[in-house]
């Protein structure tokens, strides 16, 4: 099945720098989302994107399909950014298959 | 609108015992998917529900069962609880309207932390 790894599985910021998160597939996914997990556990929605560029605010994502990699860009990281960020792709069996994650940290 | 709900939300129960979880997806939501996150194994996927039918499973055990009701919410049992299966569980709404789930953005809930001792 779809493999879905995340890089760097730690990373710690200084407030006010930016950063980057990157997403491998292992196959073709017809969905690709990202979802910040808060300290109580929801997975928030941050993107869907199959494909393309999307921004929001501080935040903006980049898949590009052909070459099984997405990226999420965090720019001016706040410490309210903190938490674990997961990327995850539409399987086969029709589930979302999720990366490790990413724990980020931003130190006052 | 109103997100997708799930009660209870915290749950403490002992092994062998047997347990229920509710999730009500977003109105008009019709697909419904569970999963497990444990710090071991992460997120992964039991099962989803489509119309009242299961649709997709996961490879989990049989003691882990579900359902979905005519108006979409849906609920997963848990029998025979064993100490592994402590975990966090989210549930999952998306439009699904017809279509493969994965066509469409996937919400989650809360989830609903089981502590089984």
């Known amino acids: 099945g779809i493999q879905v790894e995340q890089s760097p599985p730690d990373l710690i910021l200084q407030e006010g720098a930016n950063s980057t998160l990157r997403c491998n597939f292992s196959d073709s996914v017809n969905n690709l989302q990202w979802f910040h997990q808060n300290p109580w556990g929801q997975l928030i929605n941050l993107f869907y994107i199959p494909s393309g560029t999307k921004q929001n605010g501080r935040l903006s994502a980049t898949t590009v399909a052909t070459e099984r990699y997405s990226l999420l860009y965090i720019s001016s990281s706040q410490t309210t950014d903190s938490g674990v960020y997961f990327c995850a792709g539409g399987g086969s069996q029709g589930n979302l298959i999720f990366g490790k994650g990413t724990k980020l940290s931003v130190k006052p | 609108k109103a997100g997708v709900t799930q009660t209870p939300r915290y749950l403490i129960k002992t092994r062998g015992q047997q347990v229920t979880l509710s999730c009500s997806p977003i109105s008009g939501h019709r697909s419904v998917s569970w999963y497990q996150q444990t710090p071991g194994q992460g997120l992964q996927f039991l099962f989803e529900y489509f119309s009242e039918t299961q649709r997709n499973k996961g490879n989990f055990p049989g003691r882990f069962s579900g359902r979905q009701f005519s108006n979409s919410r849906s609920e997963m049992n848990v029998s025979t609880l064993e100490l592994g299966d402590s975990a966090l569980y989210l549930c999952?709404?998306?439009?699904?309207?017809?279509?493969?789930?994965?066509?469409?953005?996937?919400?989650f809930g809360p989830g609903t932390r089981l502590t089984v001792t």
């Open positions: 999952a709404s998306s439009l699904a309207a017809g279509g493969a789930s994965l066509a469409y953005e996937q919400y």
